[in-house]
């Protein structure tokens, strides 16, 4: 009888890709194995499997020589999705190493088949994969993921404006989100307001709006705030949040948040839209920028700034400015980018044209000019805020 041995040798006519479960058993029961990830910095740090050398793919017949001098020995290559690693592992074959693979879909593979890693962050594995195409990027990385998860937002509003902005700022991975709202959901609004669907009509916007977020992202913290912003109330929430973005619709929210910024020293992302038209801006004069008053003095009157309650507003509109906001925040978060600070985006959508205006300080601004009457949110300054969150 044929008498047959066992061997984890593969051959030279074997397949250039092996699974990673297969990869797996050889790492676990050849202790010849030598795998190498031939990934990018950027990469390598979602992740990466346990013993793995790192070696740059132009580099890697140099030392793979270093590493093992058995031509004979288990080769396991792997990049982000298996592409790039099976012409690594097809080179290291031509020069005599005939046991070279690539991990069949690369990191991402061996992520899926619920595979080991080594995370040498402070992330979970879970969060490594689900902001990894953020991590890809050389201007977020490992610690703009940190800082992403470790912000606080207030969106002023639960409307079309904070609906696009605030899903995608939750799939970013901003930690935590306040919204405040004290309206309910109504038919009309569902033309834009895709927080909400036709089973909300009728609920608190602030609760469909928190359910919607936790379904795209449950780890994201909401804090909602069921009421009306007033002079008397505003500093005090707004100050335990980085970044304020206004989504309303009201002249008088929008100063109101405009002066309370101001006093708290935090930036202040404006957006606006009805019809077909849309603004947006970053007011922050702490930053050298103006603030709303060194353009409008004061909130004109209700009849010369009609809401899209009354004028109307195409659904698509808000959520395009929206998602201006939300870009402008995540620069903020992570101090990428130029701001919209001193610039002011105006856009219709009928023609698709978009202008990036210049805007300056006002010396004589009533709030943060050279000689400011406005000192307060509360007290003796005359200033109607027209109360209350109209969201578009």
């Known amino acids: 009888m044929e008498k047959h041995t066992h061997s984890n040798k593969t051959t030279p006519e074997d397949t250039r890709e092996i699974s990673a479960e297969k990869a797996l058993h050889l790492m676990k029961n050849d ?48 990049c982000g999705f298996g592409d790039r690693s099976i012409n690594a592992a097809e080179r290291l074959r031509k020069m005599g190493f005939t046991n070279a693979h690539s991990i069949a879909g690369g990191y ?11 995370a040498d962050c402070r992330l979970t594995v879970q969060q490594l994969t689900r902001y990894s195409r953020n991590m890809l ?11 992403l998860l470790e912000a606080k937002v207030l969106m002023v509003g639960a409307g079309g404006l904070a609906s696009s902005a605030g899903l995608y700022l939750a799939a970013c991975g901003v930690g935590t ?27 608190l916007k602030v609760n469909s709006a928190k359910a919607s977020i936790e ?17 008397e109330n505003t ?10 973005m206004d989504a309303s619709d009201n002249a008088g929210t929008k100063f109101l948040l405009n002066d309370t910024c101001f006093f708290a020293g935090k930036p202040y992302v404006f957006g606006g839209a009805v019809g077909f038209d849309g603004q947006a801006t970053v007011y922050w004069p702490k930053e050298k920028g103006p603030c709303i008053r060194c353009l409008f003095p004061k909130p004109p009157p209700r009849a010369l700034a009609p809401t899209c309650s009354e004028a109307g507003v195409l659904g698509v509109v808000p959520g395009q400015i929206g998602l201006i906001q939300a870009t402008e925040v995540i620069k903020l978060i992570l101090g990428i980018g130029t701001p919209m600070i001193g610039k002011y985006l105006v856009y219709n959508a009928l023609t698709m044209e978009t202008r990036l205006l210049g805007i300056g300080k006002n010396p004589d601004c009533a709030l943060c000019g050279t000689n400011p009457t406005i000192t307060g949110l509360v007290g003796d300054h005359s200033i109607d805020y027209d109360g209350g969150v109209c969201t578009i």
């Open 215 to 231: 379904r795209i992202n449950p780890e994201i913290r909401v804090i909602t705030y069921a009421m009306r912003l007033t002079p």
């Open 31 to 78: 202790p010849r194995t030598v795998v190498i990830d031939i990934r990018s910095s950027g990469e390598t740090c979602l992740g990466h499997l346990k013993g793995a050398r790192f070696v740059p793919l132009g580099l890697i017949e140099g030392e793979l020589n270093k590493l093992t001098g058995d031509r004979d020995a288990p080769v396991l290559v792997y």
């Open 137 to 147: 990027l050389p201007e977020i990385g490992e610690e703009g993921q940190v800082k």
């Open 108 to 118: 991402d593979g061996w992520l899926n088949a619920g595979l080991e890693i080594v």
């Open 235 to 244: 500093l005090d929430i707004v100050k335990e949040y980085d970044i304020i």
């Open 177 to 203: 989100i306040g919204i405040a709202d004290y309206d309910w959901v109504d038919l009309s609004n569902l033309n834009r307001q895709v927080f909400h669907g036709t089973h909300d009509v009728g609920q």
